[in-house]
C-alpha cells in the first residue's frame, strides 16, 4: 500500500520563512498583543507581553540575513568601499577634465555629490581647500585650473554645478545611460 503525501505534516516540522530558531513540533502559541513600557514623557520602547517570546527581526533570503538599509546616502554601486572611492574619484577627475562624460544613470547620480563638493572647494579657493581638492582629486594641474575658474564661472551659482541627461539604454545589458555634464 502506498504512502499518501501529506503536505501539512510538513508544515509543522518546517519554520516559517524570515524566523530563525530551532525547529519546533508543538503547536504555535497565540501572541500576546504588545504593551508600550515606560511613560510618555520618556522614551518609549515596545516590548512584547509576559511570557511571549520576541523573535527575531531582519529579512531572510535564501539562507542569508540582510539588514535592511533605512538613512542610507551613499549610492554602493555593487563594489566594496576601496573600489567604489576609487571609481568616484576617477569619474570626478574625468568630468573636471572634460566637462563632460558618459556613464551609467547609478554612477552619474553617485558623481553629483564629489564634483558638487569639488567646485564648491574650488570656489572657497583658500589654500587648504586646495590641498583638500588634491588630496581627492589625481590631476594636481586639474585643481589649480579648478581654483582659477570656479570662482568667476559658478560666482552667482549657490549650487547645482551638474546637469544630467538621459541617453539611449547600453546595448549588451541594457543599463540605464546618461550624460552628465558641468554647466
Not at 90 to 112: E, Q, S
Amino acid at each position: 500500500r502506498a504512502m499518501a503525501f501529506c503536505m501539512s505534516a510538513l508544515a509543522i516540522a518546517m519554520p516559517p520563512v524570515g524566523v530563525r530558531g530551532a525547529v519546533t513540533t508543538r503547536a504555535p502559541r497565540a501572541q500576546a498583543p504588545m504593551t508600550l513600557a515606560g511613560s510618555m514623557s520618556s522614551s518609549v520602547s515596545l516590548r512584547p507581553a509576559d511570557g511571549v517570546d520576541a523573535g527575531v527581526f531582519g529579512v531572510e533570503s535564501g539562507g542569508k540575513w540582510f539588514m535592511i538599509s533605512h538613512g542610507r546616502k551613499v549610492a554602493r554601486l555593487h563594489r566594496p568601499a576601496d573600489q567604489r572611492k576609487a571609481l568616484l574619484r576617477n569619474l570626478t577627475t574625468d568630468l573636471l577634465r572634460y566637462g563632460r562624460i558618459t556613464t551609467t544613470m547609478a554612477r552619474a547620480k553617485a558623481l553629483r555629490k564629489p564634483v558638487e563638493h569639488m567646485i564648491q572647494l574650488g570656489k572657497d579657493g583658500t589654500e587648504h581647500k586646495k590641498r583638500q581638492a588634491e588630496a581627492y582629486i589625481f590631476d594636481k594641474t586639474l585643481v589649480t585650473a579648478l581654483f582659477e575658474a570656479a570662482p568667476e564661472r559658478y560666482a552667482d551659482r549657490p549650487g547645482g554645478y551638474t546637469r544630467i541627461v538621459r541617453t539611449l539604454r547600453r546595448r549588451g545589458d541594457n543599463a540605464e545611460m546618461a550624460i552628465i555634464e558641468l554647466l
